[in-house]
């Protein structure tokens, strides 16, 4: 069965500083990755997403992400944090079954900015 | 505006009553999911349907009923055997590919009294 592990909890930055949420996930084929960001008492929004091609993913609000098939891992990154960005974030990893499609979703890293 | 709605976003019970959370899309997506948030574990998945007339059990169906008669609309009912049922409740659509993105509603927080 399909695993993600988000081993960071809580990660504090200062603001203008750069940031790397790590993601390992546990998949027999070739995964399909997601990272979603949740701001309190709101639903999830997409911030990128790999299933081909380039490693290299670009999402959107200046986020990356890598994929490194060696490593199982789809570590999230950000040259330069802004306060705004200050919010829960998920890594998942979608399978297939008999019956459709579904996310597995690790538990989740709060990130907070200091000024 | 196309989106995902859940309503309401706060609802309260008394204990041994079942509730039915509403959710309904107008982006034309086939599946339909319901998860469960607590704090610290991530979401986990209660139901999907990826078609009309038809819907799976998640890692967590105990205690949670499902309907989906029509497209638009997933309603999930937490019944009084749902032991914990404490929780922040997401719906979420796709479109029918694995690489296709879900979109989640603004979630409905339920408390049990």
């Known amino acids: 069965a399909q695993s993600v592990t988000q081993p960071d909890i809580h990660i504090t930055v200062s603001e203008g500083a750069s940031l790397e949420l790590r993601c390992n996930y546990s998949y027999g084929a070739t995964p399909y990755l997601f990272w979603y960001v949740q701001s309190p008492g709101q639903g999830l929004q997409l911030l990128l997403k790999y299933f081909s091609g380039d490693t290299l993913v670009q999402g959107i609000k200046g986020f990356e992400a890598e994929f490194k098939r060696s490593q199982s891992s789809f570590n999230l990154r950000k040259p330069s944090v802004h306060w705004s960005d200050a919010a829960e974030y998920f890594c998942?990893?979608?399978?297939?079954?008999?019956?459709?499609?579904?996310?597995?979703f690790g538990g989740g890293t709060r990130l907070m900015v200091k000024p | 505006d196309g989106g995902i709605t859940q309503s309401p976003k706060y609802l309260f019970r008394k204990e041994g009553q079942n509730v039915t959370l509403s959710c309904e899309q107008n982006?034309?997506?086939?599946?339909m999911y319901w998860y469960r948030q607590d704090p610290g574990q991530g979401l986990r998945l209660i139901y999907y349907s990826q078609i009309v007339n038809d819907f799976q059990k998640g890692d967590i169906a105990e205690g949670y009923s499902v309907s989906r008669e029509k497209k638009e609309s997933f309603p999930l009912t937490v019944t009084s055997a749902q032991k914990n049922p404490t929780a922040f409740y997401l719906c979420?659509?796709?479109?029918?590919?694995?690489?296709?993105?879900?979109?989640f509603g603004p979630g409905t927080r339920l408390t049990v009294l």
């Open positions: 979420a659509s796709s479109p029918q590919a694995l690489e296709d993105t879900q979109y």
């Open positions: 998942a990893v979608g399978s297939q079954d008999n019956a459709g499609n579904m996310l597995t």
């Open positions: 982006l034309n997506h086939d599946a």
